[in-house]
C-alpha cells in the first residue's frame, strides 16, 4: 500500500509577555479599533530576555511534542525548522533545536520560505516518511518577529509577535496525513517585502544599522492584494484536484497574517466562519509559527478522518496549499500551550 505522512502529535510554546494594542497606542500613533478593524489582531506575545533567540522556542515547542507523543528523541531521524529569523546565520538554528532536545541521531537543517516556510517544511518532511528513508520526523516553525520590527514603523509593528510550534510525522498505510499540495514562488516580489540588510549582499555595518535596515520593509497594499489572490487561488485548486466540496473540508488553516485575508480564502473555498481555525487575535502573525499554532490550539476538536486544507502565503513571494487528512482524535492527545516561565 501508499505510504502517506500523517501528523501524530503536535506541541507549541508562546511567550508569557503580552503585547496589547493598548500599550502599542503607547508607542505609536494607533488605535486598538484601528488594529481590529484592519487586522483582526488584538495582542501577540513577544520573547524577551539577553540571548533568546528562536531556537528558544523551538526547543520548548518540540519538548511538548516529545512528551505529549511519549516519543523517545533517539527514534527522530529528522528535523527541519522553519524560520525567517534564525538565531544565526550558522549553524542552523534546527541544529540548536536538535541538541536541546537530545536527538542524537537525526540529521537536521533549516528552511527560510517566509511565512510559507513551514508549509514547505511539512511537503518536504512528508517526502522522507514517502520514500521510506525516515519513520519519524519533526516540522518546527519557530519566530522571532520581534528581532526585525521597528516598533516605531505603526503600519509593521502592529502585525507580529514571537512564537513557536512543532508536529511529529510519521507513516501511515491507512490514507491519512499529506495527501496533496500546490506550492508557488514569485521572486518578483522581492521588492515589496523584505529585509534590507544583514545578508551577504548588504552585511550589517554602522550605515545599515542607522538607516534601519535589518527591520522588515512591506508595502502593505501591494502585499495584501496578491496575498488575496494567491491564497485563496491555491486553496481552491487543492479542493478541486481533490474533488472536494465545502462540505468535505472540515478545517481550513489558514496562515494567520491578517483577518482579511482569512475571510478572503474561506470565501472562495465557500467555507463558513465556524471551519475556520483562527486565533490571530491571540498572537498576531507569528510567520511559521501560524499554522502549527492554530493545529496546537484546535488540537482538542480534531477528529481523525477530518479534511484540513492549510494555506499560506509569505515575503518572496511565496504561497502555498496543502490537503491533508487527520490521523488521530485530539480530544485526549490536547495539551495546554505552553508559556515562558
Known amino acids: 500500500m501508499k505510504i502517506t505522512a500523517a501528523i501524530t502529535g503536535v506541541g507549541a510554546y508562546v511567550p508569557e509577555y503580552v503585547l496589547t494594542n493598548t500599550e502599542l497606542e503607547k508607542l505609536v500613533d494607533t488605535t486598538d479599533e484601528w488594529i481590529m478593524s484592519r487586522t483582526g489582531i488584538k495582542e501577540r506575545r513577544i520573547l524577551k530576555g539577553v540571548d533568546q533567540g528562536s531556537s528558544v522556542m523551538g526547543i520548548k515547542a518540540v519538548q511538548q511534542l516529545l512528551d505529549k507523543t511519549g516519543t523517545n528523541p533517539e527514534d527522530i531521524d529528522l528535523l527541519i525548522c522553519a524560520t525567517t529569523t534564525p538565531d544565526l546565520l550558522f549553524p542552523a538554528t534546527a541544529n540548536i533545536i536538535s541538541k536541546g532536545v537530545g536527538l542524537a541521531r537525526a540529521f537536521s537543517y533549516d528552511v527560510n520560505a517566509a511565512c510559507s516556510g513551514f508549509l514547505f517544511s511539512l511537503a518536504t518532511g512528508a517526502q522522507f516518511i514517502q520514500a521510506g528513508t525516515c519513520k519519524k520526523v519533526i516540522v518546527v516553525g ?83 492584494k496578491f496575498a488575496v489572490k494567491s491564497m485563496a487561488d491555491v486553496a481552491a485548486q487543492v479542493m478541486e484536484r481533490n474533488h472536494l466540496s465545502n462540505d468535505d473540508v472540515a478545517w481550513l488553516v489558514p496562515h494567520q497574517a491578517n483577518k482579511r485575508i482569512i475571510d478572503a480564502t474561506a470565501n472562495r473555498m465557500g467555507v463558513g466562519p465556524e471551519k475556520v481555525m483562527l486565533n490571530i487575535h491571540r498572537y498576531g502573525n507569528t510567520t511559521n509559527g501560524t499554522i502549527p499554532l492554530c493545529l496546537a490550539d484546535y488540537e482538542s476538536q480534531l477528529r481523525r478522518g477530518d479534511n484540513l486544507v492549510l494555506a499560506a502565503f509569505g515575503g518572496g513571494f511565496t504561497w502555498g496549499s496543502i490537503y491533508l487528512k487527520w490521523a488521530y482524535d485530539g480530544t485526549a492527545a490536547a495539551g495546554a500551550i505552553k508559556n515562558e516561565k
Open 142 to 224: 519557530a519566530d522571532k518577529m520581534s528581532s526585525i520590527i521597528d516598533y516605531t514603523d505603526r503600519a509593521n509593528c502592529i502585525l507580529f509577535g514571537d512564537g513557536a510550534a512543532a508536529v511529529l510525522l510519521e507513516p501511515s498505510l491507512d490514507g491519512y496525513g499529506l495527501l496533496d499540495q500546490v506550492l508557488r514562488t514569485d521572486g518578483s516580489g522581492e521588492a515589496y517585502l523584505h529585509q534590507k540588510a544583514g545578508g551577504s549582499r548588504r552585511p550589517p555595518s554602522q550605515e545599515t544599522v542607522a538607516n534601519k535596515e535589518h527591520y522588515i520593509y512591506q508595502e502593505g497594499a501591494t502585499v495584501f
